[in-house]
Nanobody, 119 residues
Framework: QVQLVESGGGLVQPGGSLRLSCAAS????????MGWYRQAPGKQRELVAT???????NYADSVKGRSTISSDNAKHTVYLQMNSLKPEDTAVYYC?????????????WGQGTQVTVSS
């Protein structure tokens, strides 16, 4: 089994910054990619950013230029630095890890961390 532990959420004022972290542990054969998704009340879960094991990144247009995703492959950890936060960034942020086993790729999700942007 694989466990994901997220940290770094909280309350921040508009224009502020937050750094989210997610560490994966357990039976990890190989990580293909890691990423962050978010879900606001009444809305569907949406992509925020992903990073592959090779370092390729992908961002939602809504956060592009304000956020940076990075990973430490040796520590199986992914980070999301978010700057210039807006009230519309308020959501529960979920870590996702795509792990390659000898037979197939499997997706794991964290428990979610709340990010609230409000004055």
């Amino acid at each position: 089994q694989v466990q994901l532990v997220e940290s770094g959420g909280g309350l921040v004022q508009p224009g502020g910054s937050l750094r989210l972290s997610c560490a994966a542990s357990g039976s990890i054969f190989r990580i293909n990619s890691m990423g962050w998704y978010r879900q606001a009340p009444g809305k569907q879960r949406e992509l925020v950013a992903t990073v592959t094991s090779g370092g390729s990144t992908n961002y939602a247009d809504s956060v592009k230029g304000r956020s940076t995703i990075s990973s430490d492959n040796a520590k199986h950890t992914v980070y999301l630095q978010m700057n210039s936060l807006k009230p519309e960034d308020t959501a529960v942020y979920y870590c996702n890890v795509q792990i390659q086993t000898p037979w197939y790729e499997r997706s794991y999700w964290g428990q979610g961390t709340q990010v609230t942007v409000s004055s």
